[in-house]
T-cell receptor
Framework: GENVEQHPSTLSVQEGDSAVIKCTYS??????FPWYKQELGKRPQLIID?????GEKKDQRIAVTLNKTAKHFSLHITETQPEDSAVYFC?????????????FGTGTSLTVIP | DSGVTQTPKHLITATGQRVTLRCSPR?????VYWYQQSLDQGLQFLIQ???????AKGNILERFSAQQFPDLHSELNLSSLELGDSALYFC???????????FGSGTRLTVV
């Protein structure tokens, strides 16, 4: 099966600085990589995603990059704000004949210090 | 509202008891997934159903079971509850052509 590793587990940045979270995956059959943001006590919410045929995708202050050869993908948040503080999960989707199967990283707790 | 409905939102019960958590997937989604999230922990995959059939199992205890009904809603049954079962239980759904999972708001289970 797939194995997704995520680093770092915790990250503190000053407001306005950038934050980078990195994930690696093991199964070359994985073809879709979403990122979720989870605020305390709330449900994970999809914030950005990237498909395996794309190397980079950007949405305002958030960007995701994918290196298929190295099997790693990263989340980049620029000009961080206190409301970016949350736990972020990466995931890899592997298609099979039984449907989609998502594998999650262990999460990164991001704290943006005002 | 994500379109995935979970009930109840909160549940407090005693050790040894049995509870049932319910999930209605987003309209049109055939796959339902259950996850357990303990305090400060990641998302632990429990089980997946696709159109009524079990498709994948994760770290689900034998005391736990689930099913998906013909109307596609799913129930997660937790029995012989222990203090360590206290957690947030999330249901998620996905469908053909949909992006990622859509998570429900979760059920917070507290075992006392």
């Amino acid at each position: 099966g797939e194995n997704v590793e995520q680093h770092p587990s915790t990250l503190s940045v000053q407001e306005g600085d950038s934050a980078v979270i990195k994930c690696t995956y093991s199964d070359s059959a994985s073809n879709y990589f979403p990122w979720y943001k989870q605020e305390l006590g709330k449900r994970p919410q999809l914030i950005i995603d990237i498909r395996s045929n794309v190397g980079e995708k950007k949405d305002q202050r958030i960007a995701v990059t994918l290196n298929k050869t190295a099997k790693h993908f990263s989340l980049h948040i620029t000009e961080t704000q206190p409301e970016d503080s949350a736990v972020y999960f990466c995931a890899a989707r592997r298609r099979s004949n039984t449907g989609n199967q998502f594998y999650f990283g262990t999460g990164t707790s991001l704290t943006v210090i005002p | 509202d994500s379109g995935v409905t979970q009930t109840p939102k909160h549940l407090i019960t005693a050790t040894g008891q049995r509870v049932t958590l319910r999930c209605s997937p987003r309209s049109g989604d055939l796959s339902v997934y259950w996850y357990q999230q303990s305090l400060d922990q990641g998302l632990q995959f429990l089980i997946q159903y696709y159109n009524g059939e079990e498709r994948a199992k994760g770290n689900i205890l034998e005391r736990f079971s689930a099913q998906q009904f013909p109307d596609l809603h799913s129930e997660l049954n937790l029995s012989s509850l222990e203090l360590g079962d206290s957690a947030l239980y999330f249901c998620a759904s996905s469908g053909v052509g949909t992006r990622g999972y859509t998570f429900g708001s979760g059920t917070r289970l507290t075992v006392v």
